[in-house]
């Protein structure tokens, strides 16, 4: 009988060349595979489960329903988020106690980033642990990375500012070491001035000088977020259903 078990941070890098196969937002897998970024990674031998801190989860190989039943386990009862991003037959294995949507998945395969014109009052900066600490929202580097610490050493990405506070922002919210996964965000008095595309054009030009490739990816209903993507110039590449608890 196999064993839906944890794997030891040591043993990681063993299962890169699986994360490398997951056909959609491999990047988040990738980054937990490879070391940079923290999560759990749980398998039965014929299955893997990629659960990243900042709570998705990715499937690869071939999984049952004992392990489609251990992943449901978690997603009720671990006490960490688990928002899970598979196909639609793993999806109609999920029932009433989940709800099902959408993600979409972008990337960007210019050579060179996009143009941006910065506006009077505004300035744009390199993110640091001063800027980070009075950003607000949902978006910034604490909901991926375990640290400012970590994210400063292993991330990139950059702020407008309007007398000196964070107005929008772009970074990593995931990095491999192939792609890097672009989150956004914009302070609400400071929303309809094109800052966040600033913001990202300035990521996507640190990111493409790097050797990677930037991705993005939002839900099936944020056209905010799938139409700036489209505007900075991302491919949609993949969509996928999400799945979490009720």
């Not at 400012?148 to 070491?177: I, K, M």
């Not at 008095?189 to 050797?211: V, Y």
């Not at 490739?213 to 505007?231: D, I, R």
Request: proline share 4%; net charge negative.
């Amino acid at each position: 009988m196999t064993v839906f078990r944890k794997i030891p941070q040591n043993s990681y890098c063993d299962f890169i060349q699986t994360a490398e196969n997951i056909p959609f937002g491999k990047i988040y897998p990738l980054s937990l595979a490879e070391g940079r970024q923290a999560g759990d990674i749980y398998t039965n031998g014929k299955a893997v489960l990629f659960h990243h801190l900042c709570g998705f989860g990715h499937i690869a190989g071939s999984a049952d329903d004992a392990f489609i039943n251990s992943i449901k386990e978690l997603m009720l009862n671990c006490g960490r988020r688990l928002v899970l991003f598979a196909d639609n037959a793993i999806a109609e294995k999920f029932g009433e106690e989940f709800a099902v949507s959408g993600r979409l998945f972008f990337e960007y395969r210019k050579s060179t980033p996009p143009e941006y014109f910065l506006p009077d009052g505004y300035k744009l900066e390199k993110l640091d642990s001063g800027l980070i600490s009075q950003m607000a929202g949902r978006i910034v580097p604490a909901f991926s990375w375990e640290s400012t610490e970590n994210f400063l050493a292993g991330g990139t990405g950059y702020c407008v500012t309007f007398d000196g506070r964070p107005a929008a922002w772009a970074f990593s919210a995931a990095v491999s070491g192939i792609e890097v996964d672009i989150g956004v965000e914009t302070d609400p008095a400071h929303r309809r001035k094109g800052l966040a595309f600033i913001a990202a054009a300035k990521t996507i030009e640190d990111i493409l000088e790097s050797g990677r490739t930037p991705v993005w990816a939002c839900h099936s209903e944020n056209t905010g977020s799938a139409g700036l993507a489209q505007k900075l110039g991302f491919c949609k590449t993949a969509e996928c259903c999400v799945i979490h608890k009720r």
